[in-house]
């Protein structure tokens, strides 16, 4: 089923530490749906890049592998989410990262008579993490991810997806934000997978094989909970 059949718009989150491999299952599970990918990590450093009020407040925090405030990361997204192609259904990659944040989703979803179709949490060991984040490089004009081992373009140089030449890293990818970013994950984001159990929408997924294998598993989950 796509978007275009489902009756009420499906909201997806993905939950996962670092690295789990988050942007990149949800860009594939996007095209697949006809979902929409809304990522705050995205849309934070979009406005770092901008300038915005938004942006000069996150900067310095997400360079030191912390969590900006809940109150501008929920106002990013609910702005985001109030844009009319999001009526086709969302894929949040990195949100909710606190209580907080999942309360003010719930609070958004209700206004919209809308529900969580199913939070699925990428398990992936530490170790894994810290190897996956130091490889990642993505496309600059398109934006595609690649790894330096795991995922590199099909022509070396060259974007798969839009042949572009220019890459880049992101500043918060070395070892000591890393580090940071992974203890703000277990100390505020693992806990969201008691939350959505308690709610009946957690779905768990093996996250440390291959790529298109997690796939597959991934689009067996979100057709059943589309459905
Ligand atoms: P954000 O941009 O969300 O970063 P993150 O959660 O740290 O997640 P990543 O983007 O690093 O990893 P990913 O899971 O998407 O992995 P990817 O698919 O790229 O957040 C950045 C910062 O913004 C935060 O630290 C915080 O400061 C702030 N922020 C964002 N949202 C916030 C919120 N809600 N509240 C407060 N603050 C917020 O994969 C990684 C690499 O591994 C890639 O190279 C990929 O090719 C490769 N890979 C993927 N899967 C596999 C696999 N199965 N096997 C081998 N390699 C793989």
Same mark, same amino acid.
């Given at each position: ?6 009756t ?10 670092p690295? +789990? &491999?988050k942007g990149?299952? =949800?860009r @594939?599970?996007e ?5 929409? #990918?809304?990522?705050t990590?995205? %849309?934070?450093?979009?406005?770092v890049?901008?300038?915005?009020? +938004? &942006?000069?407040a996150?900067? =310095?925090? @997400?360079e030191a592998?912390?969590l900006?405030s809940? #109150?501008?990361?929920i106002d990013? %997204?609910?702005?985001?989410m109030?844009?009319p192609d999001c009526?086709?259904g969302?894929?949040?990659d990195?949100f909710?990262r606190?209580?907080?944040?999942a309360?003010?989703?719930d609070?958004?979803?209700a206004e919209?008579?809308?529900?969580i179709?199913?939070?699925i949490?990428?398990?992936v060991e530490d170790?894994?993490?810290v190897i ?8 600059a ?10 995922k590199?373009?099909s022509v070396d140089?060259?974007c798969?997806?839009c042949g572009?030449?220019e890459?880049?890293?992101?500043a918060?990818?070395?070892?000591e ?6 203890s703000?994950?277990?100390a505020q984001?693992?806990p969201?997978?008691t939350y959505y159990?308690?709610?009946s929408?957690l ?5 440390m ?13 979100v ?5």
């Amino acid at each position: 089923m796509d978007a275009a059949t489902m009756t009420t718009p499906a909201v997806l989150i993905l939950l996962g530490p670092p690295g +789990a &491999g988050k942007g990149t299952q =949800a860009r @594939m599970l996007e095209d697949k749906f006809g979902l929409v #990918q809304l990522s705050t990590g995205d %849309l934070l450093r979009a406005a770092v890049a901008a300038g915005t009020d +938004a &942006g000069k407040a996150a900067k =310095a925090v @997400m360079e030191a592998g912390e969590l900006v405030s809940d #109150q501008i990361v929920i106002d990013i %997204l609910r702005d985001r989410m109030a844009e009319p192609d999001c009526a086709k259904g969302v894929i949040l990659d990195g949100f909710p990262r606190t209580t907080v944040q999942a309360e003010a989703l719930d609070g958004l979803l209700a206004e919209k008579d809308q529900k969580i179709s199913a939070a699925i949490s990428l398990e992936v060991e530490d170790a894994e993490m810290v190897i996956r984040i130091s490889g990642r490089y993505t496309c600059a004009g398109c934006g595609e991810g690649y790894h330096d081992t795991f995922k590199k373009p099909s022509v070396d140089g060259t974007c798969d997806n839009c042949g572009g030449t220019e890459f880049k890293r992101r500043a918060d990818d070395n070892a000591e934000t890393v580090a940071s970013r992974l203890s703000a994950y277990h100390a505020q984001t693992a806990p969201l997978i008691t939350y959505y159990d308690g709610q009946s929408v957690l779905k768990r997924t093996n996250a440390m094989g291959k790529i298109e294998d997690i796939a597959r598993d991934l689009e067996d989950i979100v057709a059943s909970a589309v459905n």
